[in-house]
């Protein structure tokens, strides 16, 4: 095999999980489908650095239960009596949009009786700690969201949160910690206390962008389609970021992430312009209301964040025109799907 078929197998055996059952598997097939329509002399080294990063950064069903079993047993959050924490403890069901809260605590709540045979359920006192559970914090604003109703509206005057996450962007931290929450309990006029726990922290914030976790391109590439996007106005523009001497997770080297960032930048700029009235939060590198996009390359087993770059799950593999003539490596399941409507560093092992 040469290179770009043995590159084209590994990363379909990555994600082969994603969204299984719903979604046909993914193959070599399929992962060459989506990458011929990236520029054909940057293929190559598109293939390399992103077979090296999806590794690192997509999250599989295994890892995420590696991450719930020890959570369970974890002496820090529980203050050393895991079992009678969790008994106490009260676990909000709140999430308004997506399933993945519900997943997380379907996969939490086998954990928890597997290790103490505790039924969920069955947990939560008054005077207990109430537990925020999910998968990833991008911007922070679903989670602020559904904390603000539920502060406002049902938590009872004096509360400890916990907002347990396998992972959380350092924009979305601040967001919640210093801006969002803090607002809200103080109209509230109750007392609530908010921590959080993580297993990784990514840095994306605008004054780190030089060892920023996410794409944040060093230079905008000389293409039509991306010098007509960077003329729109906006709010808030796009700041280069300048090239550091060492690579950042999760990348395997600066010359590896530049590829990445160009060719994700032109293809998303590609489908931006074939949008007749495109969202101003919808960016080439992600849904955000900053730059060029967020930039965030994680992503699970369940689904693909509209926070990551466009190029990897917009599109439709069956549309031959329009707006979503773009062929998706990760077709992502929005909030629109029947299932989602609300009754929506060094290498991490999770």
Request: overall charge positive.
């Amino acid at each position: 095999m040469d290179d770009r078929a043995i590159l084209l197998a590994s990363i379909a055996k990555e994600i082969e999980t994603y969204r299984q059952g719903e979604i046909p598997k993914p193959t070599p097939i399929h992962v060459d489908r989506w990458v011929r329509q990236f520029t054909p002399e940057n293929q190559l080294p598109f293939l390399r650095e992103f077979n090296h990063v999806i590794k690192e950064t997509f999250i599989t069903e295994a890892g995420l239960k590696g991450w719930i079993e020890n959570l369970v047993t974890n002496e820090k959050v529980t203050c050393g009596t895991p079992a009678s924490y969790w008994r106490n403890a009260n676990f909000l069901k709140i999430q308004k949009n997506g399933q993945s809260q519900k997943e997380m605590l379907k996969l939490f709540a086998a954990c928890l009786y597997d290790k103490y045979q505790i039924n969920l359920d069955t947990c939560g006192v008054q005077g207990g700690d109430f537990i925020y559970l999910d998968d990833l914090i991008f911007s922070g604003n679903r989670v602020g969201n559904d904390l603000n109703d539920w502060i406002i509206n049902h938590a009872p005057s004096r509360a400890r949160v916990q907002v347990i996450v396998a992972a959380i962007h350092s924009s979305g931290d601040y967001f919640l910690k210093k801006k969002k929450l803090v607002d809200v309990i103080k109209t509230s006029g109750k007392s609530i206390e908010v921590n959080y726990w993580r297993a990784l922290s990514i840095e994306n914030s605008k004054y780190k962008k030089n060892t920023s976790g996410v794409l944040w391109p060093e230079s905008i590439p000389d293409v039509e389609c991306v010098s007509k996007y960077m003329s729109i106005p906006s709010k808030f523009p796009f700041e280069p970021r300048q090239v550091t001497p060492n690579p950042v997770w999760p990348f395997s080297s600066q010359f590896g992430r530049q590829v990445l960032e160009r060719e994700f930048l032109i293809a998303g700029a590609k489908i931006i312009a074939k949008c007749d009235n495109p969202k101003t939060s919808m960016r080439p590198l992600g849904f955000s209301p900053f730059g060029i996009g967020f930039g965030s390359m994680l992503s699970t087993y369940r689904n693909c964040p509209n926070n990551c770059p466009l190029a990897l799950w917009w599109g439709d593999s069956e549309a031959t025109s329009g707006s979503l003539e773009w062929y998706p490596l990760l077709p992502r399941k929005t909030y629109a799907s029947p299932e989602n409507v609300f009754n929506v560093f060094p290498s991490i092992t999770f």
